[in-house]
């Protein structure tokens, strides 16, 4: 992709409805819709699809198991797809569901036409068959003869009458596309896998099956009612009906697609059967299959089936939809796998998005106040800032072609490059003694200099971060378009004037001690998610630092109940590294359960039988779904953590004054 090709068309895989989103889906449909916005920004007229795959033994064997029909389940599935995704702002221009009747007249003229054109032939299948993966494999590719290669779970032995599509025709012609597009598969390092496949030989392709019924039928003209097309067929050939194919071809002028997302998992049927598929139909090739890696919990892949899936719209509502796009984006390198860590998420929103963006706007409006009454005017960078100003746009210039090679992380790291220079330029120019020496125009230059660095930096954010960039337009008075794009980044201009408007921290920091909350737990839930949270710790900083000399007063400081508590049971809470769950009883009747972040430090049993001191009036929160009424007191140091005990027992209950 590149900003020169003036359609783009951008896919997404069609996501089964048998499964809850997770971060994996989401991860997708985020690089996808940041490469659609990217390209509208670019002036380029752009497709974006995604949607949902919806036929196949698989789900008809979910709905069956929840008493509804495929059709009713498939609804219910796909409008929660389909919601997350507008929950999220993802810019689709078309949400296709297998089940919609163009799909499937679509998908029978493209059945038609390949029997027309002798590629397809009826016969029976006899193998093996992995209803969750909705593949067939062959003997030799079981794992202790009858394991799924890919997933693990038990084949099954399929024997029926079929249709069959004839890839192994399609095997010279594969290979001569790998060979003469070398992009064609990105990264490039997968694409020596496919070339291996290929070149051991193609079997051809079972395509239709006739032991259920949850698919599309045969077109009529087959006079063959008992078949059902298989899955894949069906749900490949989804990225052209999605534009007409075989009705109005009304949005064929997008075909071929530009870039094609995909999984790991899913490499294989997008690099081998859909190409062939296509050359059977005289389609061109789309011009890239690009495939990412998997977000992992524990160095295993997420799935509700292994139950270790993040919900995506969980930990947006807890650090903003921003910053999880980001953070996707940036932590991992496309191809690669990650293994996801709210740590590693906020780290991220305290250093890159908070102290390196967040900041440097907060000392524009700082600095602009204070010294120009925020009137901003660009008139003196060239003057005084020619050498910043140069490798500024050389970085910038360079940082798209990453985002084109689909290395977005390298893209990010780009602009981030350029956001230092800004910070750095603050403390090497000093404008607040260049005030005081009445240097004002050169004061102004570092200013502005430091204004252009955040427009042209938010104009390349603008597609991963598309509503904290509306934040920083309004407080820099611009407007992220295609004109500003082309002014600020293509021609290198700088802003003439501006006025600069005071706006709320972009990313408020995330305060140590909720990092660790967080880190104990294996999923986000309401108790730590930080945006709550770390409003009121603003609060409560703020109330602080009025106070001038940060001191409470004793009443203040009585607001909060500290009793002695006895732990009288202790267990260790499954699945988390840092958590305890106690019971402790503070001399009311009933024991409290309390969950502690303390099982790095103490053993479940050592605890039981000793006291503690506990903050007794905390409001309750949730830790992994456990309900926890109260807090432990600790000190930790680098000789490791310890608890506050009374030194000589104490009724439980006592309170601490
Ligand atoms: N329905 C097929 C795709 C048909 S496309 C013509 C399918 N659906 S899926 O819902 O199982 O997976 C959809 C996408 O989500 C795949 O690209 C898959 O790789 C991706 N992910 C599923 N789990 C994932 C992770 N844990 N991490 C990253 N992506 C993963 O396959």
Redesign the pocket.
């Known amino acids: 992709m590149s900003q020169k090709d003036n359609t783009i068309y951008i896919t ?5 409805v048998n ?1 809850v989103a ?4 989401a ?2 449909t985020i690089i996808a819709d940041t490469l659609a916005r990217h390209a509208r920004l670019t002036g380029n007229k752009t497709f974006f699809l995604t949607g949902t ?1 919806e036929h196949g033994q698989k789900i008809e064997t979910s709905a069956a198991a929840r008493g509804k029909t495929p059709k009713e389940y498939a609804d219910e599935v796909s409008g929660k797809f389909r919601q997350l995704w507008d929950d999220f702002d993802i810019t689709y221009d078309k949400f296709i569901r297998t089940t919609d009747e163009e799909h499937k007249t679509g998908v029978q003229k493209a059945f038609q036409k390949m029997f027309d054109k002798g590629d397809i032939y009826k016969g029976n299948y006899e193998g093996n068959y992995c209803v969750s993966c909705e593949t067939f494999y062959t003997d030799a590719q079981l794992l202790d003869n009858a394991g799924c290669p890919d997933c693990g779970k038990t084949t099954t032995i399929v024997k029926e009458e079929s249709y069959f599509f004839a890839l192994s025709k399609y095997e010279d012609k594969l290979l001569k596309l790998y060979e003469e597009n070398p992009s064609f598969i990105l990264p490039k390092a997968k694409a020596k896998e496919i070339v291996n496949f290929v070149s051991s030989g193609l079997n051809d392709l079972s395509i239709s099956r006739t032991s259920f019924d949850w698919g599309v039928k045969l077109p009529s003209s087959m006079n063959d009612d008992k078949h059902v097309m298989y899955v ?1 067929l069906d ?2 050939l ?2 052209i009906t999605a534009l007409g194919y075989g009705n109005d071809d009304k949005n064929m002028e997008f075909w071929p697609a530009n870039i094609q ?6 490499l294989r ?2 690099a081998i059967f859909w190409p062939a598929f296509l050359m059977s139909l005289d389609l061109p090739m789309p011009k890239h299959i690009a495939a ?5 919990r524990d160095g295993e ?3 509700k089936s292994k139950g270790n899936v993040v919900d995506p719209k969980e930990i947006a509502d807890a650090y903003g939809l921003d910053a999880f796009r980001y953070f996707m984006l940036r932590e991992v390198p496309f191809g690669q796998d990650g293994d996801f860590s709210q740590r590693a998420l906020m780290d991220r929103i305290n250093s890159d998005l908070g102290n390196d963006l967040g900041n440097l706007l907060n000392r524009i409006i700082g600095m602009s106040g204070k010294y120009f009454d925020y009137k901003i005017t660009s008139k003196d960078v060239e003057k005084f800032h020619k050498k910043e100003l140069d490798e500024i746009n050389t970085l910038l210039d360079g940082s798209e072609e990453f985002f084109y090679n689909l290395q977005i992380n390298r893209f990010l790291e780009e602009i981030w490059k350029v956001l230092t220079i800004g910070n750095k330029a603050i403390g090497d120019y000093e404008p607040w003694n260049l005030m005081k020496d009445g240097k004002t125009d050169e004061a102004m230059a570092l200013v502005a200099l430091i204004v252009n660095i955040m427009a042209k930096v938010s104009v390349l954010l603008k597609s991963v971060m598309p509503h904290k960039v509306s934040e920083i337009e309004s407080s820099l008075g611009m407007i992220v378009n295609t004109e500003s794009y082309n002014k600020l980044i293509k021609e290198k201009e700088l802003f003439s004037e501006t006025t600069i408007t005071k706006i709320d921290a972009l990313f408020p920091r995330i305060e140590e001690e909720l990092i660790a909350i967080a880190e104990s737990t294996s999923t986000v839930t309401e108790s730590s998610a930080p945006k709550q949270i770390c409003k009121n710790e603003e609060k409560i900083k703020i109330e602080a630092l009025e106070d001038e000399a940060n001191l409470v007063t004793i009443d203040k400081f009585f607001e909060t109940t500290l009793k002695i508590g006895t732990i009288v049971e202790a267990e260790e809470v499954p699945k988390s590294s840092k958590l305890l769950r106690l019971q402790v009883d503070l001399g009311e009747g009933r024991n409290r359960q309390i969950l502690a972040g303390i099982k790095e430090y103490y053993s479940a049993e050592s605890l039981i039988g000793t006291q503690a001191c506990v903050v007794a009036n905390l409001k309750p929160a949730k830790l992994m779904g456990m309900e926890s009424e109260g807090m432990l007191l600790a000190a930790k140091d680098e000789n490791g953590l310890h608890l506050l005990r009374p030194e000589a027992p104490k009724k439980s209950g006592t309170k601490v004054s």
């Open positions: 997404t895989p069609i996501y089964y499964d997770h971060i994996g889906h991860y997708t795959d894949w749900a490949l989804n990225y997302l995909v999984g790991k998992d899913i049927f997008h990412h890696g998997w977000w992992t892949k997420m799935s």
